[in-house]
């Protein structure tokens, strides 16, 4: 099946610092998603990104879809202790009557204050 | 209103109890999914409904039946479970399955911590 390579597995940074994680795939996509899941909670969706090239911010993120449809990132700037949890990229491809969506394994981040 | 809603929150159940999760979303998605997640990993997709009509099952135990009564509601019944069955189960919805074009990504319920004794 496909695979997600996200990167970093976990990350202890202090309060003020900025965040990047980022996700490669050996196969393309039509959209890239980033999610963040809090412990006992579902994951929210933060940022959608459906053409190539594409930044869109949301606050204090960021994140690129990116030129080769094969990799997003995504940056936290001056990051704060509320987000801490868990960030999963997601790639998905739809259409011609098939849908599949691969998550990343995800990026644990820890805030220091 | 863009909430997928599940009840309950929690649920423990013991192996012979026979249970039902329930998720409902008013997005006006064509699409639904059951998801089970274990702790520090991704979700892994169980079923997926398009139309109402079951579209996906990924070889998941008959111990778990999903049930689509209209485009809003999804149930997952539970009986017989295993301890190794506690998990997170989370639903999700997207406007379709399988179109082409943007905005079908999935949203998210809360989801229901479910233990098995």
């Known amino acids: 099946g496909q695979q997600l390579n996200q990167s970093p597995q976990s990350m202890f940074i202090q309060e003020g610092e900025d965040v990047s994680m980022n996700c490669t795939s050996s196969?393309?996509?039509?959209?890239w998603l980033w999610y963040k899941q809090e412990p006992g909670e579902g994951p929210v969706l933060l940022i959608a990104?459906?053409?190539?090239?594409e930044l869109t911010s949301n606050g204090r993120l960021t994140a690129q879809f990116g030129i080769t449809r094969k990799d997003s990132f995504l940056n936290i700037s001056a990051s704060i202790p509320s987000d801490v949890g868990i960030y999963f990229c997601?790639?998905?491809?739809?259409?011609?009557?098939?849908?599949?969506?691969?998550f990343g394994k995800g990026t644990k981040l820890s805030v220091i204050p | 209103d863009t909430e997928v809603t599940q009840t309950p929150k929690h649920l423990v159940m013991g192996m012979t109890n026979k249970k039902s999760l329930k998720c409902e979303q008013h997005?006006?998605?064509?699409?639904m999914y059951w998801y089970k997640q274990k702790a520090k990993k991704p979700p892994e997709l169980m079923f997926v409904?398009?139309?109402?009509?079951?579209?996906i099952n990924e070889s998941v135990p008959s111990r778990f039946s999903p049930e689509c009564p209209n485009s809003s509601l999804l149930n997952l019944h539970l009986h017989a479970l295993q301890p190794e069955d506690s998990a997170l189960y989370l639903c999700?919805?997207?406007?379709?399955?399988?179109?082409?074009?943007?905005?079908?990504?999935?949203?998210f319920g809360p989801g229901t911590r479910l233990t098995v004794l």
């Open positions: 999700a919805s997207s406007q379709s399955y399988g179109l082409a074009g943007n905005y079908n990504e999935q949203f």
């Open positions: 196969s393309i996509f039509n959209t």
């Open positions: 990104l459906y053409k190539a090239g």
């Open positions: 409904y398009s139309y109402e009509k079951l579209s």
């Open positions: 997005m006006g998605h064509r699409a």
């Open positions: 997601a790639g998905l491809r739809s259409g011609a009557g098939s849908y599949q969506l691969t």
